[in-house]
């Protein structure tokens, strides 16, 4: 796909990854609208991507809400005219014991990370079959390929998000519109910021230009997956499936480190 003039709405845009991918995508001369909670950091992104070749417009709601999700497709629609692209990138986690994490928190998990993703791209998706060719880019995570302990409700929600993909990918074939699914590891944006596990628990963090580099390559290319991590994952994954249980013993041998390292990682 050849990004120039293409329109793009990226959910969770102020920061991180939703940011990066936006600047990439300005680059490339793509016209992008980012959302967000907060209008302070939707003013200090956008005043950050202004110089870019692209047209960038910023629209405050919450996607967690059936009017924010509303508010976010209007917004997006009356400012670029139209949507080729949907990147659903705004989530939240709160990891540690399952019987630690309240209700309130895993609930809020589902609603950002799975159900926001879905009603917005089902609210969207007449609008990008009549872009011709449209695109649909749901950010996961790595830990929806190998579920790590103390994220239990957070690998659900994003292993629920990447089955959802799968199943609408083939649901949408031959109809104009592909769906990519991205699994990132560990990135360093203010979503870990409150995660202390470093490389030897398995956290070997990267810029999060880096994976909207590869985000955007993946969509130019029309492929329908992006996994980060490199070689290391590649033979997690595999082993994950061949040898599960070679995996649970390496948890094991890190779950003490790990919890104490994770116990307080919240972003919602």
Do not use: C, W
Not at 42 to 64: F, H, M, P, W, Y
């Amino acid at each position: 796909m050849n990004l120039q003039g293409k329109r793009v709405l990226i959910t969770g845009g102020s920061s991180g990854i939703g940011f990066a991918t936006a600047r990439k995508l300005l680059e490339k001369g793509a016209n992008v609208a980012i959302t967000g909670r907060r209008q302070a950091a939707l003013t200090k992104a956008i005043n950050e991507l202004r110089n870019a070749s692209g047209q960038i417009v910023s629209i405050a709601a919450d996607v967690a809400s059936e009017n924010g999700r509303r508010l976010t497709l209007e917004g997006a629609l009356h400012a670029l005219g139209g949507v080729d692209i949907l990147v659903n990138n705004a989530g939240g986690v709160r990891a540690g014991r399952l019987e630690a994490i309240s209700e309130a928190e895993i609930r809020a998990m589902i609603e950002v990370d799975l159900l926001a993703p879905i009603l917005l791209t089902r609210a969207a998706l007449p609008h990008l079959r009549a872009s011709g060719n449209g695109i649909i880019v749901d950010i996961t995570s790595g830990i929806a390929l190998i579920g790590a302990p103390f994220y239990a409700p957070y690998a659900a929600v994003k292993a629920g998000l990447a089955r959802f993909d799968e199943a609408l990918r083939r649901e949408l074939q031959d109809e104009g519109v592909h769906v990519l699914t991205v699994y990132p590891g560990a990135t360093d944006t203010p979503t870990m910021a409150s995660n202390r596990a470093g490389p030897e628990l398995g956290f070997s963090r990267e810029p999060a230009s880096a994976v909207a580099e590869a985000i955007v390559a993946a969509i130019e290319a029309g492929d329908r997956e992006v996994i980060r991590g490199g070689e290391a994952r590649a033979k997690m994954i595999a082993m994950n499936r061949d040898d599960p249980a070679a995996i649970d013993r390496r948890f094991l041998e890190l779950k003490p480190a790990l919890l104490e390292a994770v116990r307080d990682h919240s972003a919602l």
